[in-house]
């Protein structure tokens, strides 16, 4: 990880939230499993909390894995932290892995639900690995915990 001392105030207050594959269809996919939390009051709600926290939040959405990795490639020069759900590609892309590793800023993954209790094949988390950490299994919620945790780390004294 870089050093927080050397960031601009204003890259050291700033997250990206960065949703990967078919979340764009949040509250009408499968909502049984996922919830009819759409992506849009997801992001509003991270919006939100985040100015209560001091934070400029910046959310972005994609199904293809390369606009992923950019996104995350421009974060390092523009977001303290990262929050990530990247959908399906965490079972299977170590593009993205390498590029959370790359950045070298905090990274928290977030699933809505608990990929252990799930299909085996998703109990593996390849971008989890390079991640600081998970939170999984508590719905919308997960990305809030994300984010407060992402502030105490951004917004503690250097």
Do not use: K, W
Not at 105 to 131: D, K, Q, Y
Request: charged share 20%; net charge neutral.
């Amino acid at each position: 990880m870089s050093d927080r001392g050397a960031q601009p105030a204003s890259r050291a207050r700033s997250v990206l939230v960065l949703h990967g594959p078919n979340l764009n269809l949040l509250g009408f996919r499968e909502p049984s499993v996922y919830g009819t939390t759409t992506l849009v009051e997801i992001d509003a709600s991270l919006i939100e909390r985040g100015r209560a926290l001091g934070l400029t939040v910046v959310c972005a959405q994609s199904n293809h894995e390369g606009a992923l990795i950019d996104h995350l490639h421009n974060a390092r020069a523009t977001h303290g932290g990262v929050i990530i759900n990247p959908g399906g590609y965490t079972h299977t892309s170590v593009a993205i892995h390498d590029a959370i590793r790359a950045i070298e800023i905090p990274v928290i993954e977030v699933h809505l639900t608990n990929t252990s209790a799930r299909e085996e094949f998703r109990r593996r988390s390849i971008t989890g690995a390079a991640c600081l950490g998970r939170i999984e299994g508590f719905g919308r919620d997960g990305y809030v915990m994300a984010l407060e945790q992402l502030g105490r780390l951004l917004l503690a004294p250097a």
